[in-house]
């Protein structure tokens, strides 16, 4: 499973875009990076994956760069229900998939 | 609706017991995760099992023991020798898609 890196902190007002950086230097040819956001005291939430194109879904976009060692989670429109922990991981599936500390997001008002 | 179910919610026992957190999932998905997270830390991978009857340790796995004789159980034993047994419990399963899908966790406080 590849080791990946974010910052610890980010804060974003309301209504702006939200772009969260991950660096995933070591991720392998045939692993995805997955992001998660887990809201306090429950179970993480699914985001959004890809591989090596750039991805968008009903919840955010995600722009993975060409050689692949980083890319950036974009909420484009937050609102104070995104304040979350976010985490991005790469895995292959059906391997151990491990959980860095993650990003804690604040949207203020 | 399928899902997760992790029971009990809500734990308490006394230092020294085993306790036993259910894990049961209607998916039918054959991957089985179990995570930890201690207050204001990420998740911590205790073990994990890729099908039935096959399980393998995660980084934090001494002090817990899991078994995995059905597809849709995963249990998991906090055992007496797991030092700073509370925290908050996670279940998890990989969808084909390669994703994790998370039960709504189980919290453990030894007094």
């Known amino acids: 499973d590849a080791k990946t890196t974010q910052p610890p902190s980010m804060d974003c007002a309301e209504g702006r875009a939200a772009n969260l950086p991950c660096n995933h230097s070591?991720?392998?040819?045939?692993?995805?990076v997955y992001w998660y956001r887990q809201i306090h005291s429950q179970g993480p939430q699914y985001i959004i994956h890809g591989l090596k194109n750039n991805e968008t879904n009903e919840m955010a976009s995600l722009i993975i760069t060409e050689d692949r060692k980083s890319s950036t989670l974009i909420l484009p429109h937050a609102t104070l229900r995104d304040t979350a922990v976010y985490y991005c991981i790469g895995s292959g599936g059906y391997q151990k998939v491990t959980f860095g500390t993650g990003t804690k997001l604040q949207v203020i008002p | 609706d399928g899902g997760i179910t992790q029971s009990p919610k809500y734990l308490f026992r006394k230092e020294g017991q085993n306790v036993t957190l259910s894990c049961e999932q209607n998916l039918n998905h054959d991957a089985m995760y179990w995570y930890r997270q201690d207050p204001g830390q990420g998740l911590r991978l205790i073990y994990y099992?890729?099908?039935?009857?096959?399980?393998q340790k995660g980084d934090i796995a001494e002090g817990y023991s899991v078994s995995r004789e059905k597809k849709e159980s995963f249990p998991l034993t906090v055992t007496s020798a797991q030092k700073n047994p509370t925290a908050f419990y996670l279940c998890?399963?990989?969808?084909?898609?390669?994703?994790?899908?998370f039960g709504e966790g189980s919290r453990l406080t030894v007094l």
């Open positions: 070591t991720i392998s040819g045939n692993e995805y």
């Open positions: 998890a399963t990989l969808r084909d898609t390669g994703e994790l899908f």
């Open positions: 099992s890729q099908i039935v009857n096959d399980f």
